[in-house]
């Protein structure tokens, strides 16, 4: 699960787009223009359940099940790799072959998640059959009028006991990236610092990283992205005080500090700062 980030087409005068009509078709997306993220980068990231969000805030990301935010810049997260715990029925009574198999012949799963399973790029055929299912959840949240999407679990090839390679991620990667281009929506990568300039050229515009401060990575994104990388700590991990890692050479403007589960708020869990 997990991660965020920021669009594509909303430079500018960084007004939110309105809703389309449903069956409407959507305008074509642009990168031409885009400097910075709306709003000074001010966003809330709300994977745990959809509310009002904090004052002032410019962008939200929400899971695709949801819908955006009135008035704001909304991104769509969509687990393109893995599949949702409440999708893992349908996946394995009507997909079976596109969810990958351990040694065991049972099907794989995410060790930090496991309740969602590894799914098989390995082939242009599974590629070609798996952009079928997620990309339709890609054209959902165009036509609920979000303006980006967030595509998680790029790195699932790492979690494959090596039955995956990063090339058959990132050969999907560039499927989905041209339907969400196709669909009106601007796309970001979420982690997988290590692609680098690939992630790119498979057609992302800007990247979601979690604890890139942490790890040390947000270099690696900003070298590709520029600005146009948002950025999730987590509470339960820090490196000492989160407003000293805001003042941090390299830190992306457009980070926030939130705990682990992304609970709304008024659950005793939830942690919510933004540099």
């Known amino acids: 699960m997990a991660g965020t980030v920021i669009a594509l087409g909303l430079l500018a005068a960084c007004s939110p787009s309105p809703q389309r009509p449903p069956g409407s078709p959507a305008p074509p997306a642009?990168?031409?223009?885009?400097?910075?993220?709306?709003?000074?980068?001010?966003?809330?990231?709300?994977l745990g359940?959809?509310?009002?969000?904090?004052?002032?805030?410019?962008?939200?990301?929400?899971?695709?099940?949801?819908?955006?935010?009135?008035?704001l810049y909304n991104v769509c997260y969509v687990n393109g790799f893995q599949t949702q715990p409440a999708d893992r029925a349908t996946w394995l009574e009507q997909r079976r072959d596109l969810v990958?198999?351990?040694?065991?012949?049972?099907?794989?799963?995410?060790?930090?998640?496991?309740?969602?399973?590894?799914?098989?790029?390995?082939?242009e055929a599974k590629?070609?059959?798996?952009?079928?299912?997620?990309?339709?959840?890609?054209?959902?949240?165009?036509?609920?009028?979000?303006q980006a999407a967030e595509?998680?679990?790029?790195?699932?090839?790492?979690?494959?006991?090596?039955?995956?390679?990063?090339?058959?991620?990132?050969?999907?990667?560039?499927?989905?990236?041209?339907?969400?281009?196709?669909?009106?929506l601007v796309i970001g990568q979420k982690n997988a610092a290590e692609f680098g300039v690939r992630g790119k050229q498979a057609g992302f515009d800007f990247a979601v990283a979690e604890e890139c401060v942490r790890f040390e990575e947000c270099d690696s994104y900003a070298k590709v992205y520029g600005d146009l990388v948002i950025?999730?700590?987590?509470?339960?991990?820090?490196?000492?005080?989160?407003?000293?890692?805001?003042?941090?050479?390299?830190?992306?403007?457009?980070?926030?500090l939130r705990d682990r589960?992304?609970?709304?708020?008024?659950?005793?869990?939830?942690v919510y700062q933004r540099c």
């Open 49 to 71: 359940g959809a509310y009002p969000p904090p004052s002032g805030t410019a962008v939200v990301v929400r899971d695709s099940t949801a819908s955006p935010a009135a008035g």
């Open 231 to 256: 950025d999730i700590e987590y509470a339960d991990n820090l490196d000492g005080d989160f407003t000293q890692m805001c003042g941090r050479p390299g830190t992306p403007k457009a980070t926030i």
């Open 127 to 146: 590629r070609e059959r798996l952009a079928e299912v997620v990309g339709q959840a890609i054209k959902l949240c165009a036509h609920k009028g979000f």
């Open 100 to 123: 990958l198999s351990g040694a065991d012949g049972q099907p794989l799963v995410d060790g930090n998640w496991p309740d969602e399973l590894i799914l098989d790029t390995s082939t």
């Open 151 to 184: 595509i998680d679990n790029l790195d699932s090839f790492s979690r494959s006991g090596g039955a995956l390679k990063p090339e058959d991620n990132l050969a999907f990667a560039a499927q989905l990236s041209r339907i969400a281009h196709a669909s009106g």
């Open 30 to 46: 642009s990168t031409a223009g885009l400097t910075a993220l709306p709003g000074g980068a001010k966003f809330d990231y709300q």
């Open 261 to 270: 589960q992304l609970v709304p708020p008024g659950g005793r869990a939830y």
